[in-house]
């Protein structure tokens, strides 16, 4: 069974901070997915990562999938509070099946 | 993407009723997939629904508790039966793309058991 641990599990910070969730696993995926879910909606994807070693930037958001593929990390730059909600890693499974992260619940505070 | 729409988006309901959720996609899709997510934690997957043959199930989750329908590719039901409190969730839909590697999803449908 492939899992992920996502740290920390919750996190509260002041605007215009920064700050780091970390996706771990002893599997490789084939690729990784971020996902931010507020509440009342469904996940909405942010990024896919690929390629070990892969940095992808999304305005202040910065994505980094591990070299050997089994871990992956999200960074906020100078965080705001429309920044709230949980954020899921999702590694890509067999048969089109994912396996989701525990999830990190952060809060911007204003 | 994918436009992912569900039916009803929230419900209250009576112990020992059924709930059937919908869900509509913009799009054909192969594969469409039912979770379970309890209010800020993680999603648990029930089953993916297969067009023209049996959902297929996860360990923990049945057919006779959670019998799903697939008529077409961009369609797909999902009837809790026998209700619980336990069964109290958010119930999401989802569908894949990009060969298999991304899914999308549905904004959920919550149901309350009383």
């Known amino acids: 069974t492939q899992l992920l641990e996502q740290s920390p599990q919750f996190l509260s910070i002041q605007e215009g901070e920064n700050l780091t969730v970390y996706c771990n696993s002893s599997?490789?995926?084939?690729?990784l997915q971020w996902y931010r879910q507020e509440p009342g909606e469904g996940p909405v994807l942010l990024v896919t990562v690929v390629t070990g070693g892969e940095v992808k930037k999304l305005k202040r958001l910065t994505f980094q999938f591990g070299d050997a593929r089994k871990d992956s990390s999200l960074h906020i730059t100078a965080a705001q509070p429309g920044d709230t909600g949980l954020y899921l890693c999702?590694?890509?499974?067999?048969?089109?099946?994912?396996?989701f992260g525990d999830g990190t619940t952060l809060t911007v505070k204003p | 993407s994918a436009v992912i729409s569900q039916k009803p988006s929230r419900d209250i309901c009576q112990r020992g009723t059924s709930l059937t959720i919908q869900c509509q996609v913009d799009s054909q899709v192969t594969m469409m997939f039912w979770y379970r997510q309890q209010p800020g934690q993680s999603l648990t997957l029930i089953a993916t629904?297969?067009?023209?043959?049996?959902?297929?199930?996860e360990s923990g989750f049945v057919i006779d508790k959670f019998p799903i329908s697939r008529p077409n590719l961009t369609f797909s039901t999902l009837t809790v039966s026998n209700m619980s409190p336990e069964d109290s969730s958010i119930y999401l839909c989802?569908?894949?793309?990009?060969?298999?590697?991304?899914?999308?999803f549905g904004p959920g449908t919550r149901l309350l058991v009383l």
């Open positions: 989802s569908v894949e793309r990009q060969g298999g590697e991304t899914q999308y």
């Open positions: 999702a590694g890509a499974g067999e048969a089109g099946k994912s396996t």
């Open positions: 599997s490789v995926f084939s690729s």
């Open positions: 629904a297969n067009q023209g043959s049996e959902a297929t199930y």
